[in-house]
């Protein structure tokens, strides 16, 4: 079946990386993504990376893919108490629009 | 490029009554996708359109909810007959193309049912 999950909580410095793991369940993903969400809030698109892919970079943020463990991550260099939000990893399935999402992380940024 | 656009921002409705939210996609963006959000959780689909038709529903989706995207431009989402189970942030999205390109989301209409 299609299952998403996530930890629920980080807390950092700022300062600091944060690290935000996700595993998915369905081999067939084609895309995955990482999404912000801000209290009372839509949805952010942070990035994505095509499931071919190992990582992909931009800017502070760091996405690594592991196919073969159906694991993968959001590397936030630098975090900031602005990054202090809930992160969503979701996935796109093959054959399908829908996207299937975790139940978020929270991340903390201490000051 | 305004983003997309929701209304109403929140709704509070006695059980029983029927709601209505709109949505107004990016700009030519033809496909439409509505999801459903509750307290501390992820995003849930519920059905999408590809321009008017729609395409995919999901079965959470019952016989009181219903979708509409009549000119391939805006949506509406209607609930009758609310329940208290129905409270939840009812989130659009947007996308142009194939599924290479990714959604883009509103910020949400969140109801309460009293």
């Known amino acids: 079946g299609e299952d998403v999950e996530q930890s629920l909580f980080l807390s950092v410095r700022e300062g600091d990386s944060s690290v935000i793991n996700c595993t998915y369940t369905?081999?067939?993903?084609?895309?995955l993504y990482w999404y912000k969400q801000e209290p009372g809030a839509g949805l952010q698109l942070l990035t994505y990376i095509f499931s071919n892919m190992d990582m992909k970079q931009d800017q502070r943020l760091t996405v690594l893919l592991n196919k073969k463990d159906k694991h993968l991550s959001l590397r936030i260099a630098d975090t900031q108490t602005g990054d202090s939000a809930i992160y969503f990893c979701?996935?796109?399935?093959?054959?399908?629009?829908?996207?299937?999402f975790g139940t978020g992380t929270r991340l903390k940024v201490l000051a | 490029d305004t983003g997309v656009s929701q209304d109403p921002r929140h709704k509070i409705t006695k059980r029983g009554q029927n709601v209505t939210f709109r949505c107004d996609p990016i700009s030519e963006h033809n496909r439409l996708y509505w999801y459903r959000q509750t307290l501390g959780q992820g995003p849930e689909f519920l059905t999408y359109f590809q321009n008017e038709a729609q395409l995919e529903k999901s079965r959470l989706l019952s016989d009181r909810f219903s979708a509409e995207r009549p000119k391939g431009s805006f949506s509406t989402l209607e609930i009758q007959r609310t329940e208290q189970g129905d409270s939840a942030m009812y989130l659009c999205?947007?996308?142009?193309?194939?599924?290479?390109?990714?959604?883009?989301f509103g910020d949400g209409t969140r109801l309460s049912i009293l």
């Open positions: 979701a996935e796109s399935i093959m054959g399908t629009y829908k996207y299937i």
């Open positions: 999205a947007s996308s142009f193309g194939g599924l290479d390109q990714p959604q883009h």
């Open positions: 369905d081999s067939s993903s084609t895309y």
